[in-house]
């Protein structure tokens, strides 16, 4: 069973910046594609960026930029750093694992901002 736990979410002032996190059992980036999604209120959920397992990362284009993954093989973690956040970042973020037509999720952690 493939389970994910997101963290590092909270409240951001804008322009700021935060680090998401994504733990995982053992194994699971080796195998699996993994992916980082967003949902905003009343939007559906959408992907933030594409990590495959050998392949190069992808991002969105609505974050190029502004959002980078980073890796920690030895815990089983992947990283999604964001900067210059803004009020429209306001979403869950959500870690996803998927082979083929089976997928997992994590339980999300929120982003919101302070006025």
């Known amino acids: 069973q493939v389970q994910l736990v997101e963290s590092g979410g909270g409240l951001v002032q804008p322009e700021g910046s935060l680090i998401l996190s994504c733990a995982a059992s053992a194994d699971v980036f080796s195998r699996y594609t993994m992916g980082w999604y967003r949902q905003a209120p009343g939007k559906q959920r959408e992907l933030v960026a594409t990590i495959p397992i050998y392949l190069p990362i992808t991002y969105a284009d609505s974050v190029k930029g502004r959002f980078t993954i980073s890796r920690d093989n030895a815990n089983n973690t992947r990283y999604l750093h964001m900067i210059s956040l803004k009020p429209e970042h306001t979403a869950v973020y959500y870690c996803?694992?998927?082979?083929?037509?089976?997928?997992?999720w994590g339980q999300g952690t929120k982003v919101t901002f302070s006025s």
């Open positions: 996803n694992a998927r082979r083929s037509t089976t997928k997992y």
